[in-house]
């Protein structure tokens, strides 16, 4: 178990350098480039959000997961901008050996499942890897659409993309985003996007995430993390963690919990565990903000979302148990790597850390906690 746990948590903390893989979009509000973990929450929220407008045979799990992954390489490789020329075979050639290393580093029994999965996105050969794609395609197009003051040069890369470059397929694939892309460009069209508009409302509100920062620091210590990138690490974290979870834990369920988990800071701001925030007070602020944020769905999923936000809440279900485990699991292996960050800065003692993050984790993945306690107790002695 111990050798197991070992190589998933490496792979997880080999993950963490998506987060300084910067791509050619910004954020909404112009204010940086947009990374590709954060791209990645996006995307997955993007299914999520889209479920309702995929095809019937669509697995809208399977492709969140595949959304989860399917940028992992470019840790070695890089991000290609599309409007660049490129030599795209080589490149091709180089993410496939990334994708070897990187799901190498897994377990040998979980090897296949990742990246089997990251190859049939690639391929883009079945209904979920092609919905996975169109949504991988009209993100970029709504982020650029979407900005406070929408950049000329961006704005003709999108039209060019719609036309004949990649996104032209969408004109088929996924007809409502592409005329709602057209829409937003003042160009005339027959078709109603209403369905697209309502819940792009809300995807745009979600981009605030990124701008949320938290206590804890990435792994090399460079900046603190913001809470999208917090978000989908901690989904590929329980993910990979599966295993260790309690029997009849739904692993997608606890992925939708985790992507929506702290959505609501985009209102109510990050509320560090070690910090002195008043939790009466955070709860309201938190439950205010869920309101709004998740009101701005359709009915239907403003009900699913706000249930699914609660349930994480209240932790009294095993998927939600599980969740809260993970949500709590992460930052300490970052502070393992980086030197301590939040527990130098709040002065944390093994006693907190064993009743903030011990016993929630103990709770959904006991093996886990066994494992990282005498790590951390030895860091803390430190």
């Not at 003051?149 to 996104?167: E, F, K, M, W, Y």
């Amino acid at each position: 178990m111990t050798e197991r746990l070992s190589a998933q948590i490496a792979f997880l903390k080999e993950a963490d350098k998506l987060k300084r893989v910067n791509r050619a979009n910004l954020l909404l509000d112009l204010s940086r480039p947009e990374n590709a973990a954060e791209h990645c929450w996006h995307l997955a929220l993007y299914a999520l959000v889209f479920a309702p407008l995929a095809n019937p045979d669509v697995s809208i799990a399977r492709v969140i997961r595949m959304l989860l992954l399917h940028d992992l390489v470019e840790i070695e490789v890089g991000d290609h901008p599309i409007h660049e020329d490129h030599d795209w075979a080589a490149i091709a050639a180089a993410e496939e050996r990334a994708a070897e290393r990187l799901f190498g580093m897994l377990p040998a029994d979980q090897v296949p499942q990742f990246l089997d999965l990251w190859r049939a996105f690639e391929a883009e050969a079945c209904p979920d890897a092609r919905f996975a794609k169109q949504l991988d395609r009209c993100q970029p197009i709504f982020q650029v659409l979407c900005a406070q003051s929408p950049v000329p040069a961006h704005v003709q890369i999108v039209r060019d993309n719609l036309s004949t470059g990649r996104a032209a397929p969408m004109r088929e694939d996924f007809p409502q985003a592409y005329h709602h892309a057209l829409s937003l460009l003042g160009e005339a069209t027959q078709r109603d996007t209403q369905e697209v508009a309502r819940r792009l409302a809300f995807l745009c509100e979600a981009d605030r995430l990124k701008s949320v920062y938290r206590a804890s620091r990435l792994l090399d210590d460079s900046r603190r993390e913001n809470s999208a990138e917090h978000s989908w690490h901690a989904m590929l974290y329980a993910w990979v963690l599966a295993d260790h979870a309690a029997p009849g834990v739904q692993i997608d369920r606890v992925l939708s919990m985790l992507m929506l988990h702290d959505i609501v800071e985009i209102d109510a701001g990050d509320a560090p565990i070690h910090g002195q925030s008043d939790p009466t007070l955070m709860a309201a602020k938190e439950d205010a903000a869920a309101g709004r944020l998740f009101g701005l769905l359709p009915p239907d999923q403003t009900r699913e979302f706000n249930a699914l936000w609660r349930e994480f809440e209240a932790a009294d279900t095993s998927d939600a148990v599980f969740a809260k485990a993970i949500d709590r699991l992460h930052p300490p292996i970052a502070n393992l790597q980086n030197g301590g960050g939040s527990w130098v800065e709040y002065d944390v003692t093994m006693e907190q850390l064993d009743q903030r993050v011990g016993v929630p984790v103990q709770k959904g993945a006991p093996d886990v906690w066994a494992w990282l306690r005498p790590q951390v107790r030895s860091a803390l002695s430190r």
